[in-house]
C-alpha cells in the first residue's frame, strides 16, 4: 500500500511537461498525504512497543482513515492521469500526421462495414490497408478470423490473397525478363518441354510467355468442357448486339422467354463458379511441372493470341517458366524476392506449418448460414492463386510498382533508389492488351498479370474515369483486392513531388465470392480526395 502512495511525477504523466505542469496541484496534494501516511504509520509503530495495548477501536479507526485517504489520493491520481494523456503534447503529436485522413477513414470505415460485413454479404471477417503517397495511414480489422473462438481481425491477420498472387508472379516474370533470362515471345516448351505441342483445330499453334501473362494464350479455367465455355463466350457476344425487329407480339413473347432462361442461366452459372471440383483439390504436388498434369493435355479452348480467356492453370505453366529460367524452385525464387520487397508475411498456402496469425476460411451454405470451408490443398496453383499474406505487406508490393512506374516520369533521378523493376518494365506491365478484358470492371482491359483502367473524358461536365490498376481474388474461404489509384500528373502544386504519389487500397477478406474492386475504388478515391484538399489547404 505505501508503494502504491509514493506516486511519482512520471508514473501520473510519463510522457511529456505538459501534464507535469498541470499536475502541481496534485503533487502538493500526494505529498501532503505521503507525510501524513509517514506520520501515522510511526504512531502506530510507536504504539506498537508501548506495554499498554490501545484499544481495538482506536487503532480500528486510525487504519480505517488511512485507508480512506489512500482511496482518495488514488482514485484522484488515476483520474487526473487519464485526463491528462488525452490532451498532453505528445499524443498531438502522433496523431498529428494521419488528421488530415480521419474523416475519409471514417467514412471509409462506415463503407466497409455497411456494406460489406453487415448488409451485403455477412463476411465474418476482413481486414483493410490503405497507403498514401507512400506512407500507410490506415489498417484496420472488422469482424472475426475466426468465429469459434471470437478471435477478431486484425491488421496482422494473414489470409488467403487469391488471385492476388498472379501480380506478384507477374513481377517475378518481369525481373527476370530484365536479366535476359525470359524471352516473353518464345514457346513454353523452350523452357518447359514436358508441356506437349499444341494444336488448334488440326493446325500446330504456339503458346508464349506473354500469352500466359495476359491470359490469351487458350488454356482452359476450371471449366474443362471446352464447348461449354465458347457457348457461354458467344452468348456473352450475342447479348450486346441489337435485338432482332420485332414482327408480332406472338413471336416477341417467344423471344422473351429464352431471353429470360439466358439470363436465368446466367444467374445459375454464377452460383456455380465454386461448384467447380478443382477447386477442392485436396492432393498435394510436389512441383510446378506435377501440377502441369492437371490441364496440359487437355485441349485448347481458343486459338492463341485470338481470345480473352482468364485462366489460373494458365499461371500454373507460366510458374514452370520462371522455375527452369531462374533454375531455382519456383516456391523459392518467390520467397526470395518477397525478401527483397519486405513482404516478410507473405508465403505459400500450405497446410502443415505453424502460421501465426493465419485466419480461417468459410463461405455460405444453400441455406445461407455462415460455415467453415472443406480442406483443400492449393499446391497445384501457387502462380495463379495459392499465397497468403497481410494487407502491410500487399501494400509495400503495390507501393513498389507504383514507385517504379512513376520513376519513368521524372526527369531528374539524382538521389533517388532504383525501382523494384525499370521504368520502362512497370510501363509495360500496367499497359492494356488489346483482345483482352476484365469482369471485375468493364472499363478495363487486361494488362500482363493486372486489369487496368485508362483516364478518359468523353463530355464536359461528365464521368472523368481516373486512370488505375487493380487485381481482386477468389478461392475458397477468401476474397481479395489489391487497387492502385496514381496521382494525377496534371494536379498543380508547389511541391517537389517524389515517388510513390497516388493511393493504394488493399481489402482481404475470409469469404468467398465477395466483390471488392468497386469498395476499393471508392475508398481510394476518398482518401485522394483528402490528400488534395490538404495540400490546397497547406
Known amino acids: 500500500m505505501s508503494r502504491l502512495l509514493c506516486l511519482s511525477r512520471g508514473l501520473i504523466c510519463p510522457k511529456c511537461k505538459y501534464s507535469v505542469q498541470k499536475s502541481e496541484p496534485f503533487v502538493s496534494l500526494l505529498t501532503s498525504r505521503v507525510k501524513f501516511r509517514d506520520q501515522l504509520m510511526k504512531r502506530l509503530i510507536s504504539t506498537c512497543r508501548r506495554p499498554v495495548i490501545p484499544s481495538y477501536s482506536t487503532r480500528h479507526t486510525a487504519l480505517w482513515m488511512f485507508g480512506v485517504g489512500t482511496g482518495f ?35 471509409s470505415r462506415d463503407l466497409l462495414r455497411r456494406i460489406k460485413v453487415q ?20 489498417c484496420e480489422g472488422v469482424g472475426y478470423a475466426d468465429l469459434e473462438n471470437r478471435v477478431p481481425c486484425g491488421p496482422d491477420t494473414v489470409m488467403r490473397i487469391a488471385s492476388i498472387s498472379k501480380p506478384l508472379t507477374a513481377a517475378a516474370v518481369a525481373r527476370l525478363w530484365e536479366e535476359g533470362k525470359i524471352d516473353l515471345d518464345a514457346p513454353v516448351q523452350k523452357y518447359v518441354p514436358e508441356f506437349p505441342q499444341k494444336e488448334f483445330e488440326g493446325e500446330n499453334v504456339t503458346i508464349t510467355p506473354r500469352m500466359l501473362l495476359s491470359h490469351l494464350s487458350g488454356i482452359r479455367h476450371y471449366e474443362k468442357d471446352a464447348k461449354k ?33 439466358d439470363n436465368s442461366a446466367k444467374s445459375k452459372k454464377k452460383k456455380k463458379e465454386f461448384e467447380q471440383e478443382e477447386y477442392y483439390l485436396k492432393d498435394n504436388f510436389e512441383n510446378v511441372i506435377q501440377a502441369l498434369d492437371l490441364f496440359k493435355d487437355d485441349p485448347l479452348i481458343f486459338k492463341p493470341g485470338s481470345t480473352f480467356l482468364y485462366s489460373t492453370h494458365a499461371f500454373t505453366l507460366l510458374s514452370a517458366v520462371v522455375e527452369r529460367a531462374a533454375n531455382q524452385r519456383f516456391l523459392d525464387h518467390m520467397m526470395k524476392m518477397f525478401r527483397e520487397l ?44 495459392g499465397f497468403l499474406s497481410t494487407v502491410s505487406d500487399l501494400l509495400v508490393f503495390g507501393n513498389a510498382l507504383l514507385y517504379s512506374y512513376q520513376m519513368a516520369e521524372l526527369k531528374n533521378t539524382d538521389g533517388l533508389l532504383p525501382g523494384f523493376l525499370k521504368p520502362h518494365t512497370a510501363k509495360a506491365i500496367w499497359a492494356p492488351v488489346d ?67 497516388g493511393v493504394v487500397v488493399t481489402i482481404i477478406t475470409n469469404m ?27
Request: hydrophobic residues 30%; glycine residues 8%.
Open 512 to 538: 468467398q465470392s465477395v466483390g471488392l474492386n468497386t469498395t476499393a475504388l471508392k475508398i481510394a478515391q476518398t482518401f485522394d480526395k483528402a490528400r488534395d484538399e490538404d495540400i490546397a489547404s497547406a
Open 119 to 138: 448488409d451485403e454479404v455477412g463476411a465474418p471477417g476482413m481486414v483493410i490497408g490503405v497507403s498514401v503517397d507512400g506512407s500507410h495511414v490506415w
Open 229 to 261: 465455355v465458347r457457348e457461354d463466350k458467344e452468348k456473352a457476344k450475342r447479348l450486346l448486339k441489337p435485338p432482332e425487329k420485332k414482327e408480332e407480339k406472338g413471336s416477341a413473347e417467344n423471344k422473351e422467354k429464352p431471353k429470360a432462361e
Open 342 to 385: 519486405g513482404m516478410l508475411n507473405t508465403l505459400p498456402d500450405e497446410n502443415d506449418p505453424i502460421i501465426y496469425n493465419r485466419s480461417r476460411f468459410y463461405h455460405l451454405n444453400k441455406k445461407g448460414r455462415v460455415v467453415n470451408c472443406p480442406y483443400v490443398d492449393n499446391s497445384y496453383k501457387w502462380a495463379g492463386g
Open 435 to 501: 483482345k483482352t478484358e476484365a469482369s471485375w470492371d468493364k472499363d478495363g482491359l487486361y494488362a500482363q498479370g493486372w486489369l487496368v483502367v485508362e483516364k478518359q473524358q468523353k463530355y464536359g461536365q461528365c464521368r472523368n474515369r481516373r486512370h488505375y490498376v487493380s487485381h481482386t481474388g477468389g478461392a475458397v474461404g477468401a476474397s481479395s483486392v489489391l487497387l492502385v489509384l496514381p496521382r494525377e500528373s496534371e494536379q498543380p502544386t508547389n511541391q517537389k513531388l517524389l515517388p510513390p504519389q
Open 73 to 107: 489520493v488514488l482514485a484522484l491520481g488515476l483520474k487526473y492521469r487519464d485526463s491528462a494523456s488525452e490532451h498532453c503534447e505528445c499524443s498531438v503529436q502522433k496523431t498529428d500526421g494521419a488528421q488530415k485522413y480521419r474523416a475519409a477513414v471514417e467514412a
